[in-house]
């Protein structure tokens, strides 16, 4: 069965603070994304990775950093967090080929207070 | 215009009763759609793929019309654990990184 596994489900954490959130699928694909959702905006893309070292930025990538150095793994960076940065954060991954399917992990909701 | 649109409901039907949805999206080279359920709270899971001939997993049918450019989720004899938010998904042939969802359908079954 298909697996996309985030590292914290819940967080709470001061401002100023480096957060590290991590991903891991089991499903060799090239793909990895990460979102952040919040009421009324919907998924919002923050940075995307389509292979190994590889990354795009999203549509919000300030505040944030991606780090792919394996090609199971995607992590997702914020440097110094801020409290507009409270929300929930999900990873996803999906395959090149076939018809794209996104799966996602869990979430991970973090507070910054 | 946004390039996918989905009515934020809420739809409040009773149990047992058909309810639809219907999801609209701009760019005409779109490739691949789908229909996810969101619970409260939860991560997105794929309910299903939608398919250009239409396609049914149970319940649930899904249909196409590129004409039109609007894709469809159907639920027939709904019940309590329908209740979830639905996104429209749509995946535009042209980057693997663009893809599109709706801002979502809440549905709430009542007893």
């Known amino acids: 069965d298909v697996k996309v596994t985030q590292s914290s489900r819940y967080l709470v954490k001061r401002t100023g603070e480096k957060v590290f959130l991590e991903c891991v699928q089991d499903m060799d694909h090239e793909n990895m994304f990460w979102y952040r959702q919040d009421p009324g905006l919907g998924l919002r893309l923050i940075y995307f990775s389509y292979d190994v070292k590889m990354k795009e930025k999203g549509d919000i990538p300030e505040g944030y950093s991606v780090s792919r150095e394996k090609k199971e793994r995607f992590s997702l960076i914020l440097e110094s967090a801020s409290t507009n940065q409270t929300s929930m954060y999900l990873c996803?991954?999906?395959?090149?080929?076939?018809?794209?399917?996104?799966?996602f992990g869990e979430g991970s909701r973090l507070t910054v207070l | 215009r946004k390039e996918v649109e989905q009515d934020p409901g809420p739809f409040n039907v009773p149990e047992g009763a058909t309810v639809a949805f219907n999801c609209t999206y701009s760019?005409?080279?779109?490739?691949?759609f789908f229909w996810y359920r969101q619970d409260c709270r939860k991560e997105p899971k794929l309910l299903m793929s939608?398919?250009?001939s239409g396609n049914e997993d149970g319940r649930f049918t899904a249909q196409l019309n590129r004409a039109s450019q609007y894709i469809s989720l159907l639920i027939r004899d709904s019940k309590l654990s329908d209740s979830a938010t639905y996104l429209c998904v749509v995946n535009p042939y042209s980057s693997a990184s663009k893809i599109i969802f709706g801002s979502g359908t809440r549905l709430s079954i009542r007893p």
């Open positions: 939608v398919y250009s």
């Open positions: 996803a991954s999906r395959s090149t080929g076939g018809r794209g399917e996104l799966f």
């Open positions: 760019n005409s080279a779109s490739q691949s």
